[in-house]
């Protein structure tokens, strides 16, 4: 739907009490940085963000509700409800998820007694479960120790053994290929209202704009302008502050982030690490610009992808956050993207 427009709604009640959760979702599980602790600040006007270690999430209080983007976990949305509650004295009326990944998608359900969740279309196929069929991933099969196809509680490694029973829909004990594909879901509650270009929510007087900007990341990835004075915009993974992009990056994406830059807003919140504002998404333009510079003259100069990945240094960002980690990888995106179209 273009352009929908929705009014705020009234939401059947239900007890917090009455929600049940699948699986423990420990908090050591997600992505840990140098960014520790709980906290909430004020950005601008009513919006404020919501941090969980290295995660962030933004909401806007009215007199008539909550619009919160990003639950986070059970955790992070038990003690942010509790929060919320405590401090403003409203409920939680929107949930919206940025994209359908466990982390940032999971424990919506705490705010089921009086919110409504919106999600891109795509986030009901990517949490639907695959076909019956599906065979265990590549880079799970080595954990299928005795070759039925299936992993066992006794034989999961790593994150599957921390999060099996996330995994488990089916509840046997066993984790078939579609349910490993599908991943440690079970605490993601599918959206209720769902869109496929973008949509305005109304609340308290205040508008919510919600756009589609589908990337590799995430074909169901929603990026949250705030409006009507208040000037911040939400992002979640892929345009990063002060911090390189995460992997194997292409050139593809710049023309998307560029599309962003072109909104009107002031604070730009990344899902996850510092706070920003929009230069810092300029920044990460210009990163990436000068990263396809960089390796398309040692594509032209005809390096190997390891040799490109030892000359481009990218200096002028060593301080940024993951530089070392995530360079590499970069450079080697770029590398393989430039390279297919000679």
């Not at 466990?102 to 076909?131: C, Q």
């Not at 992993?151 to 790593?158: D, L, M, R, Y």
């Not at 002031?266 to 990263?291: P, Q």
Request: proline share 4%.
């Amino acid at each position: 739907m273009r352009n929908r427009s929705l009014l705020a709604v009234s939401v059947v009640c239900v007890a917090l009490a009455g929600t049940s959760f699948a699986g423990a979702q420990q908090r050591a599980l997600y992505q840990q940085t140098q960014y520790k602790g709980q906290e909430i600040g004020k950005l601008t006007g009513e919006v404020y963000f919501a941090r969980m270690d290295d995660y962030l999430s933004v909401f806007m209080v009215t007199p008539e509700g909550i619009v919160l983007v990003e639950p986070i976990g059970t955790e992070m949305a038990a003690w942010l409800k509790a929060e919320l509650a405590r401090r403003f004295a409203v409920p939680v009326k929107y949930v919206i998820y940025s994209h359908s990944h466990w982390d940032h998608a999971s424990g919506g359900a705490v705010y089921a007694d009086t919110a409504r969740f919106i999600g891109h279309e795509n986030m009901l196929k990517n949490i639907a479960m695959p076909p019956a069929g599906t065979a265990l991933p590549q880079n799970a099969r080595a954990q299928d120790t005795n070759g039925n196809g299936r992993i066992e509680q006794a034989e999961a490694q790593g994150n599957i053994k921390a999060q099996f029973d996330l995994y488990d829909a089916d509840k046997d004990g066993a984790l078939s290929g579609a349910e490993v594909a599908r991943g440690p879901i079970a605490n993601v509650r599918p959206p209720e209202l769902t869109y496929t270009d973008r949509i305005t929510i109304s609340l308290g007087g205040k508008r919510v704009e919600i756009i589609s900007k589908p990337t590799a990341h995430a074909d169901d990835n929603t990026i949250v302008r705030f409006v009507d004075g208040t000037n911040v915009l939400f992002a979640s993974d892929w345009i990063t502050v002060h911090r390189l992009p995460f992997g194997p990056i292409g050139d593809a994406e710049t023309a998307v982030v560029k599309s962003v830059e072109a909104m009107d807003f002031e604070h730009f919140i990344c899902s996850h690490g510092m706070l920003g504002k929009k230069a810092d998404v300029t920044a990460n333009i210009r990163y990436r610009e000068e990263l396809k510079a960089a390796v398309a003259a040692a594509v032209a100069a005809g390096q190997t992808v390891e040799q490109a990945q030892a000359s481009v240094l990218m200096d002028a960002y060593k301080d940024w956050e993951f530089y070392a980690q995530q360079r590499p990888q970069n450079v080697a995106g770029m590398y393989r993207a430039l390279s297919a179209r000679r």
